[in-house]
């Protein structure tokens, strides 16, 4: 199985700020990677995938970016309803298979 | 309007079984595959287990092959988890959750339901 890795696995950050959060699977997936918010208490909600599509209704503040197999994910301007937990997901090979989380909180 | 509604989740003592269920609705359910990923409480994601539109093609967990058992109903455009031989381990809230982009075994999620909770304890 793909093993999949995120840091940090959690951040402090302010409204405004830019936050960017890596992750890496243990090898190439080929852009097949997801990233999913998740509030608490909520279902995770897709927010790109091929690593930096952005799902229909995204904010355009939130990109992706990467290649072979180390990804990003950036906030440009963290909004307040952007305090949440990442997850990346690659489904280059099955199983399909996530990253720890990274919580971004106050 | 997608939406997924899981349901069937309880309170169930080690080695006890559930069905769990899932209603689809806002989109052609035989068309997609469907997966169901779960979250033990405080902790991340695990898929369990996926299967094709056609209900013909079947893939699980090496964590749940054997006691768990994903089936579909297209003409009640539903989605199950038979649940069996259940450990404390498999606490947590299941989800169900509709294929995005990727193969038949292995692709993201763009759609999920609320999850339903599954508590495995005496």
């Known amino acids: 199985d793909i093993q999949m890795t995120q840091s940090p696995s959690s951040l402090s950050a302010s409204v405004g700020d830019r936050v960017t959060i890596t992750c890496r699977a243990s090898q190439g997936i080929s852009n097949s990677l997801a990233w999913y918010q998740q509030i608490p208490g909520k279902a995770p909600k897709l927010l790109l995938y091929?690593?930096?599509k952005l799902e229909s209704g995204v904010p355009s503040r939130f990109s992706g970016r990467g290649s072979g197999p180390d990804y990003t994910l950036t906030i440009s301007s963290l909004q307040p309803e952007d305090f949440a937990t990442y997850y990346c997901?690659?489904?280059?090979?099955?199983?399909?298979?996530f990253g720890p989380g990274t919580k971004v909180d106050i | 309007e997608v939406q997924l509604v899981e349901s069937g989740g309880g309170l169930v003592q080690p080695g006890g079984s559930l069905r769990l269920s899932c209603a689809a609705s806002?989109?052609?359910?035989?068309?997609?595959?469907m997966s169901w990923v779960r979250q033990a409480p405080g902790k991340g994601l695990e898929w369990v287990s996926g299967i094709s539109g056609s209900g013909g093609s079947t893939y699980y967990a090496d964590s749940v092959k054997g006691r768990f058992t994903i089936s579909r109903d297209n003409s009640k455009n539903t989605l199950y988890l038979q649940v069996n031989a259940l450990r404390a381990d498999d606490t947590a809230v299941y989800y169900c959750a509709k294929k995005g982009l990727g193969g038949s075994g292995s692709y993201s999620l763009d759609y999920w339901g609320q999850g339903t909770l599954v508590t495995v304890s005496s």
């Open positions: 997901q690659q489904y280059y090979s099955p199983p399909p298979t």
């Open positions: 806002g989109f052609t359910f035989s068309s997609y595959a």
């Open positions: 091929a690593a930096s």
